[in-house]
């Protein structure tokens, strides 16, 4: 086995994938695991790179770390910005010219990928949590249940509400007030749900859209969240299997093809 | 790598002289007048007023990291944070009864007249009116029509000369001097040449690898901006231009190994420009050219064809880059990633500066689409060190370095 590992510490999750990588062979995951980023993420990335190392019984022959804690990963061989790693996660499962829309705990990203799989294009966030997964986990919070609780709610709601502030802080207060108008809570959460779809969407607009439009991150394991982002952008969007791990896997690819 | 420019201990010594001369003006038989950047400067030089630029010291203000403090002297007065970080410092230094806290310099010297010039944005009148209130000095204000397409009209020329008629009679009523237009001309002539050879040092960086980069060009901008229609001002640039071709000829960039060329666009984030300087540098990358300096390396006073100086000084200063559309914006950029070779263009979208900042989504989209060269927007502000996010901005870089990088 020649093992490569890459490693995606986001703000709210840490995830890894070890790949076995050899010119003959086709890309095997060896391991992949999902964990909380918690208060020390460095040692989070640490421990979960050792559960994978143990479960394995072999040690990786690099490693590439990416996500906001990219660069306290002192155990890494390499780093390389999620942008990167996405785009290259993806179009290893679907080799073709196409559009990435990222959505993480902490920002969000809409990538423009060429037929060479090259990232040609990316739009990212302002500096703000509106349109990111931190948006949700806080109105979550403010609707008493947890962020896929949210999904839950969302896909059982009757009517459209507008939540009209971008702001975090400033949405969460509609949201509360709109609680003690006795508003639904599922319709709440489906006005969340579009509020957030309709700032990634104007943000993807930026980009020259192509189709396929694929969805990556935590949050759009969410199916509320997809229908919102199709409906917002006027396209169907592809969700690839365990769409949080693209990142983590796009970096181990990219480690198992570094020639340094 | 290269290191610092000999010529930056001159510069300091060069501004501090000047400042010294503004600052001890109070008392003497000089006048001091603030003025926008993009304001016809040549005339105070004429009458010998010394010129004073509340913009400079706002780029001190966040080079020393001030500018929140500065700021929040005039939010607590009622100025939103959405006022551009220029005027909110200084009107913030202006309202600071801590003679610690007026920023860089000790604050600016107190001025006998303002001169504003709305060229550069319109937030400038209501700043100018401010101060004005504040300090109960006189302000003249000079309007320039956008120039969206094409060449100047007619009507535009007159509109603007004749406001330079009604300048000349202000600073002459506050002066009590009369202007003498022969010393005008002259003065016109000498800016003429600052300009051009300031336009001969930027273009030094057209060479491989470059001499200096943008953020020296930041720097050593002061003069072109705070002294143009003095001589010392041609002076020192020759001998700036002669330590760069002294680098150019021995094959020295002030960047090692100099693998990508960039065009910076917008005004500089002050408060990080040794940041940002280091990551462009350990990432193989120079900033070859930008928008904001080479804004000072266009605007020739001449009277050819012109019906006097006043509409020369018309025509100099009504299109310059921030008063004209998007069309010729994007003409000016794909203009210096010609001349300087560039791979790439970085835009800093500055909460600050509306006019520089709107407008360059679309710039950015029509320069991949028209030079098929990428570019990345960062977000941050000229002197308010609150409204940035690291991660952010270090992100976005990255990953542009990345897309460079994959083109290799």
């Known amino acids: 086995m020649t093992l490569f590992a890459g490693i995606d510490i986001g703000s709210v999750a840490t995830k890894l994938i070890i790949l076995d990588s050899n010119p003959d062979k086709d890309k095997n995951i060896m391991y992949s695991q999902v964990v909380p980023s918690s208060h020390d993420p460095e040692q989070t990335a640490k421990d979960l790179l050792e559960k994978g190392i143990e479960a394995i019984g072999e040690e990786p022959v690099k490693i590439l770390a990416t996500g906001y804690g990219r660069h306290i990963a002192d155990f890494s061989t390499t780093t390389a910005t999620e942008i990167t790693c996405h785009a290259k996660g993806i179009f290893f499962l679907y080799p073709a010219k196409c559009t990435v829309i990222d959505i993480g705990g902490q920002d969000s990203k809409a990538i423009s990928i060429s037929k060479k799989g090259k990232v040609t294009d990316f739009v990212m966030n302002d500096k703000c949590a509106a349109g990111t997964g931190r948006f949700l986990e806080v109105m979550a919070s403010a609707l008493g249940v947890d962020p896929p609780g949210l999904n839950n709610l969302a896909l059982n709601a009757k009517n459209n509400i507008k939540i009209s502030s971008t702001c975090t802080v400033f949405a969460e207060s509609e949201v509360i007030s709109l609680i003690s108008k006795k508003t639904p809570k599922e319709d709440i959460a489906l006005g969340v749900i579009a509020s957030i779809a309709s700032r990634v969407a104007s943000m993807t607009s930026r980009l020259n859209i192509i189709e396929p439009v694929f969805m990556t991150g935590g949050v759009c394991q969410a199916a509320s969240v997809v229908t919102a982002m199709e409906d917002a952008i006027s396209r169907k969007i592809k969700v690839p299997k365990d769409p949080q791990l693209i990142g983590a896997f796009g970096a181990a690819i990219i480690a198992s093809e570094d020639k340094s | ?408």
């Not at chain 2, 400079?56 to 203000?61: D, P, Q």
């Not at chain 2, 100099?258 to 900033?287: C, G």
Request: aromatic share 10%; net charge negative.
């Open chain 2, 1 to 408: 790598m290269a290191g610092r420019l000999q010529s930056t201990k001159r510069l300091k010594e060069y501004m501090t002289a000047y400042y010294i001369d503004a600052k001890t003006a109070e008392g003497s038989n000089k006048k001091v007048g603030w003025i926008t950047s993009g304001g016809p400067v040549e005339f105070l030089i004429a009458m010998d007023i010394i010129p004073v630029y509340p913009e400079n010291h706002g780029a001190m203000v966040g080079a020393t990291h001030q500018g929140g403090m500065l700021c929040e002297f005039a939010e607590k007065r009622g100025f939103s944070k959405d006022v551009c970080s220029y005027a909110r410092s200084d009107i913030g230094g202006l309202l600071s009864d801590d003679p610690s806290k007026k920023g860089p310099v000790g604050g600016l010297p107190n001025p006998d007249m303002l001169i504003c010039c709305n060229n550069i944005c319109g937030t400038v009148m209501k700043w100018y009116e401010t101060v004005s209130r504040y300090l109960d000095v006189p302000v003249y204000i000079i309007d320039t029509p956008v120039i969206h397409t094409g060449s100047i009209p007619e009507e535009v020329i007159d509109y603007v000369a004749a406001q330079f008629r009604g300048y000349i009679e202000f600073l002459e009523k506050v002066t009590k001097k009369h202007l003498d237009m022969d010393r005008l001309f002259e003065v016109s002539l000498i800016a003429n040449e600052n300009v051009t050879i300031w336009n001969k040092v930027l273009r030094k960086c057209a060479n491989k690898p470059a001499p200096m980069t943008a953020f020296d060009a930041f720097t050593h901008m002061a003069p072109i901006v705070t002294l143009r229609g003095t001589q010392g001002v041609t002076d020192y640039y020759k001998a700036l231009i002669e330590e760069l071709d002294e680098r150019t000829t021995q094959g020295i960039g002030a960047i090692d190994n100099e693998q990508y060329r960039l065009l910076w666009d917008n005004i500089p984030v002050w408060h990080k420009m040794r940041d940002l300087s280091t990551f462009f540098a350990n990432h193989n990358a120079a900033l070859v050219a930008d928008t904001y300096t080479n804004a000072w390396a266009s605007t020739n006073i001449t009277t050819e064809g012109e019906k006097d100086i006043l509409s020369a000084y018309a025509k100099a200063y009504t299109p310059i880059y921030l008063n004209i559309g998007i069309d010729k914006m994007i003409d000016v950029i794909k203009g210096l990633a010609d001349i300087f070779g560039v791979d790439g263009l970085v835009l800093h979208s500055n909460h600050s500066c509306k006019p520089y900042s709107v407008g360059q989504y679309d710039i950015a989209r029509r320069f991949h689409d028209e030079t098929g060269k990428p570019s990345v927007i960062i977000e941050g502000d000229m002197t308010d060190e609150r409204s940035w996010a690291q991660a952010q901005v270090t992100t976005r870089l990255e990953a542009f370095m990345e897309m460079l990088e994959a083109d290799v």
